[in-house]
């Protein structure tokens, strides 16, 4: 077979196995696809800097899919709601129409027992522009969040890695009752008197609002 041929191979197997109809059809799947794996992509880097860069990205990067992913972020819950139901919602349209084409078509709403296919939040979105827009836009504004979110974290493992001294070496003590002698160590500053305005608890763990950071039960010395 030329080279030729291999490629019009390429080109039309995956609207006839998965029952694409048009080139949009095509395009939207596609994306699909890919847009899951972008995520994927930034939801490990951002656990990956979480962690302390505890081995190599690629080798961090291989332990786990998007859904596996999306559990771990959902435990940690420093992350806005909406970003952890973007990753969820983009899991469960790419396995829908990654798996469940079967010979019916992945455009079609459902499967014939009544299991969803290329549904975004309750819409189609192979049929349904809103529901595609929704689609694009949450995707971009999750990539976008989990790069925000990384950022300090990332800011912190490098002076880490350089041993210089940071904001990490400054501590203050937290004065809610209690919340007992707390401080922020990713960007220096008060944690405050009301708890719930200036960082939260999740499982024992303290986290400051200001930076993301997690906090300590003891103050860092010098």
């Known amino acids: 077979m030329d080279y030729a041929s291999v490629m019009e191979q390429v080109r039309l197997s995956p609207a006839k196995w998965f029952g694409l109809e048009t080139p949009d059809d095509k ?87 009544g299991r969803p296919m290329g549904i975004y939040r309750n819409a189609q979105v192979f049929r349904q522009q809103w529901a595609l827009e929704a689609l694009v836009e949450d995707v971009s504004d999750a990539a976008s969040a989990l790069i925000v979110a990384a950022h300090p974290l990332r800011k912190k493992n490098e002076a880490s890695t350089r041993g210089d001294a940071t904001m990490s070496d400054v501590w203050k003590q937290c004065s809610n009752a209690g919340c007992g002698n707390q401080a922020c160590g990713g960007c220096g500053n008060p944690v405050g008197v009301q708890a719930e305005d200036t960082h939260w608890h999740v499982s024992g763990t303290a986290y400051h609002k ?13």
């Open 210 to 222: 200001a930076c993301g950071d997690r906090l300590r039960a003891e103050p860092k010395g010098k």
């Open 27 to 113: 395009d939207i799947w596609c994306y699909i696809i890919a847009a899951s794996g972008h995520l994927e992509d930034w939801a490990a880097y951002f656990l990956w800097e979480y962690d302390g860069r505890p081995c190599e990205i690629e080798q961090y990067r291989r332990r786990e899919n998007l859904g596996s992913l999306h559990a771990r972020l959902e435990t940690l819950n420093v992350l806005v709601p909406y970003v952890l139901q973007t990753l969820k919602e983009v899991n469960e349209l790419r396995n829908a129409v990654a798996h469940r084409h079967g010979t019916y078509g992945v455009t079609e709403p459902e499967t014939p027992q």
